[in-house]
Each structure stands twice: as structure tokens, then as C-alpha cells.
């Protein structure tokens, strides 16, 4: 095992050095290695609005780990819950626990297309489970997906996430060693297009499984989506009796208890939770209509495998009930909405006042800046030309000030329960510096 070497490099630096050596780009995923493209960094602790490093530098934190962090690192409330759970042992891994039972109701009771519960612990895991879902109850294996959209990192749907501009409106694949059959069984429209929609359903509706999209398009900021492009879906799906599946991984819990479907009065067949669902801890969940989910049940008149070791843990339970009930009672969405308002319209006017061609989108929690583009986005294609060098400058000038969030362009700030008027204060006046600089 490798010491770190005494240098005139930083505790981050040495630590950043000695993980490319062990693990692939240094960190746990690409996405989190791209956090190097403003300076090397390693974390040891984190709580409220606040990451600190390894050498004691503080940041606000925007990232919060991609989103799951919506009440705040370290919340008192989940922790306890969690600590709590612990002691009566982490993982039982047969039968039944009163928790994931309090925790299922919950999700029936606040998520207008939940009768039924699958709990896992990823979104991923729960995008997979609802396709196979999909799939085994229409017995087709197409799926209808859209551009912008990202469901996770597998085969069935790592499509069309951020195709460059030639392969706009064909199936992309966004990772190699991908299964060529499962990448031309996605079909792929553009978000907001109900006329597309419509027509891939006349062609290939006979074929076609499951109609899977973030309801708001976070993956790419934020696009939020027509009323009616919903609708269109939910009505052609019910006509045809294929599943419409909202990936509320982002949304859900984050926007609201009720999730995109009961902010936007569109209910969906499957749902997939996770993020929000826990403030941070593993946990999440495929819900829907009672005739899909028990597929699953496990006896002889289901022939649907879920399965998951880990799925249903105790901790992970513990959280999601006492995150779910926190941001119930303390309402939190309200006062995380109307600080992204602040945040967004205070942006808004810097770009202004610096005569910076660009635009702030987002909704409720999430906020993003993209330079070089104007106009609220429909699509993916509207996302497309970005200036990304301008955006990591941004990023990395505010984390020189005290400001931490990714600096990959296509993502998005993220705003928790924890946060507050001083912090958007602090934000503001980091970035009217940093924007007449950039």
C-alpha cells in the first residue's frame, strides 16, 4: 500500500496522483474525473451546503453528488434513521421488513402511477427492471426513447444521451461494448416532438415494448417538456397498451412528493425513483400498475426475474422513509423552489449586465448557466453548440471562489434544503466577478 510522498503538491494533488495509479482516471466514474478539469481534488467530509478537501479548503456545494442530496450532507434526521437501522442489522436478504413496507406505502400514497413497489438501489437497476417489465407484459422488445435523455449506463437505453449532430435522429451509442442488438432495438425522437412520437408508433407500434423519458430533461440542464407532448404520449401508449415509463430518478423528490406525474397531471404505467429518494444513501425503487409489477411476484404466475442482494437494506430504507417524511413536513420543495428562482433570475441578470451571450434554465432546485446559446431549449438539438471552454472557465473561477459544481456543461447545479439566502449571496457576487473575467 502506497504512502503519500511529502512534496510541495497539495494533500489533494498527491491523493489524485496515487488513485490514477489503482483506479481507472482516478475516480469512480468518468463523469466524476471531469471534477480534475479544474484542479485535482479529494474530499473527506461533507455537511449542510458544505464539501470540504482533504487540505481544508471549504465549498458550496452545487453538485451534491449528481443530485440525490436534497435536505443536505449529513442531515441529522437521516442519519439517525440510518444509524438506527444498523442496529438491527444491515441487510436481512429474505422475507419481509416492516421498513421497505412503510417505505412502499409511502411511494403508493405520494406517486399517482405507484400500486406497487420493487425497491433496488440505483437508477439504473431501476430503468433495467422496468424495461424487463415492459417487455415481458407486451412480449416486444423495442424501445421508444428520446434524444437528451439519459436512463442509465446500460445496454437497453445508454442511446442517443448526447449524440453529436451526424447522428441526430438515429440510435447512437454513447459507450463501446455495447450489444449492437440492443442499441437497434431503440428506436429515438426528439424530445417534445409529438408528431415523431406519433409516427414511430404508425410504423413500428406492433414491435414496439416500452416508451421510456425523463419527464424534464435534466441530464442535458434542463428541457422542460409541453403539456401536450405528455399527453400525446400517454394517450398513444394507452391505445396501443404499451407501458410509458417516467425515469424520475431526478425529478422525483427532488420536485416534488408527487414527482413530474403529479406536477404535470400525467401518469405514467412505471416509475423509476432513486437520488432524492434517500438524501444520499443507496436506495432505490421501480413502482407502477399492480398487473406489471407483480410479473415479479416470484410465484408460478410470474416469470419476471428482480432480484438484488443489497435491494431492500436497511439503512437505504431507513433514509428513504425519513428523507421522504422531512421533505413532506418541512415542505421542503418550497423553499428550494424559490431559491433556484433567485438564483436563476440573479444569473440571469449578470449574463445582462455583462453583455454575455447565454442563457440560465432550469426548474425548481436546478439551475444551469450554458454560454453561447439563447432561447429555452425544446430539444437536444437546441443544447447543441454550447461553449464549453467558456463554461469550464466559469467552473473553475468559481471554484477559486468557493463555489464547487461540475464543470461539464451539459449538467446542472443542484440546490438543497440546506441551502440558503448567504449562500446565494456569496454565489451571485463569485459570479459577477467571474463573469467579467471569462
Known amino acids: 500500500m502506497n504512502s503519500e510522498p511529502t512534496t510541495d503538491t497539495t494533500r489533494s494533488e498527491r491523493i489524485v496522483e496515487r488513485a490514477r495509479e489503482v483506479i481507472p482516471g482516478g475516480a ?16 473527506e467530509r461533507a455537511n449542510g451546503a458544505t464539501l470540504t478537501t482533504v487540505d481544508g479548503e471549504e465549498y458550496v456545494d452545487y453538485h451534491l453528488g449528481f443530485g440525490p442530496i436534497i435536505l443536505g450532507h449529513a442531515d441529522d434526521r437521516v442519519d439517525e434513521a440510518a444509524r438506527s437501522a444498523i442496529d438491527s442489522g444491515v441487510l436481512y436478504g429474505t422475507g419481509t421488513a416492516p421498513l421497505e413496507v412503510d417505505v ?10 405507484v400500486e406497487q413497489v420493487n425497491f433496488c438501489n440505483s437508477g439504473s437497476e431501476a430503468t433495467y427492471h422496468a424495461i424487463r417489465l415492459a417487455r415481458a407484459y407486451t412480449g416486444n422488445e423495442k424501445i421508444l426513447k428520446f434524444e437528451g435523455c439519459y436512463h442509465g449506463w446500460h445496454d437497453y437505453v445508454d442511446v442517443s444521451v448526447y449524440p453529436p449532430e451526424d447522428k441526430l435522429g438515429e440510435p447512437h451509442p454513447e459507450s463501446e461494448g455495447m450489444l449492437s442488438s440492443a442499441v437497434e432495438n431503440t428506436l429515438v425522437v426528439p424530445f417534445n416532438d409529438s408528431e415523431a412520437a406519433e409516427a414511430v408508433f404508425r410504423e413500428h407500434g406492433d414491435d414496439i415494448a416500452a416508451v421510456i423519458l425523463e419527464p424534464v430533461p435534466h441530464s442535458v440542464g434542463c428541457i422542460l417538456p409541453r403539456q401536450e407532448f405528455l399527453e400525446t404520449l400517454r394517450e398513444v401508449t394507452r391505445a396501443a397498451d404499451v407501458p410509458l415509463i417516467f425515469d424520475e430518478v431526478i425529478t422525483g423528490f427532488r420536485h416534488s ?18 437520488k432524492a ?7 432505490a425503487a421501480v413502482g407502477g400498475r399492480t398487473d406489471l409489477l ?7 404466475k410470474s416469470g419476471v426475474v428482480i432480484s438484488g442482494t443489497y435491494s431492500g437494506n436497511l439503512p437505504g430504507l431507513a433514509a428513504a ?6 421533505i413532506v413536513e ?5 423553499h428550494v423552489t424559490d431559491l433556484g428562482d433567485e438564483y436563476r433570475a440573479g444569473l440571469r441578470d449578470l449574463l ?14 436546478i439551475f444551469s448557466v450554458q454560454f453561447g446559446a439563447t432561447g429555452e431549449p425544446e430539444n437536444y438539438e437546441d443544447i447543441l453548440g454550447l461553449d464549453e471552454e467558456r463554461f469550464r472557465e466559469f467552473a473553475a473561477g468559481m471554484r477559486e471562489r468557493g463555489h464547487f459544481f461540475t464543470p461539464n456543461p451539459y449538467k446542472r447545479h443542484h440546490l438543497s434544503f440546506a441551502h440558503g439566502e448567504a449562500e446565494l449571496a456569496a454565489y451571485l457576487d463569485a459570479a459577477d466577478d467571474v463573469l467579467g473575467n471569462v
Open 257 to 274: 412528493p408527487h414527482g413530474a406525474q403529479g406536477e404535470f397531471g400525467v401518469t405514467p404505467d412505471l416509475t423509476c425513483v432513486a
Open 294 to 300: 407483480e410479473q415479479a411476484g416470484g410465484d408460478n
Open 352 to 365: 445582462s449586465d455583462h453583455g454575455i451571450e447565454g442563457r440560465v434554465v432550469g426548474h425548481r432546485s
Open 104 to 113: 412502499a406505502e409511502r411511494l403508493v400514497d405520494y406517486l399517482p402511477g
Open 321 to 326: 422513509r425519513a428523507t421522504i417524511d422531512t
Open 330 to 334: 418541512e415542505d421542503v420543495q418550497s
Open 28 to 43: 469512480q466514474t468518468g463523469l466524476r474525473a471531469q471534477a480534475y478539469d479544474t484542479g485535482d481534488v479529494a474530499f
Open 277 to 283: 429518494l434517500g438524501n444520499g444513501y443507496p436506495i
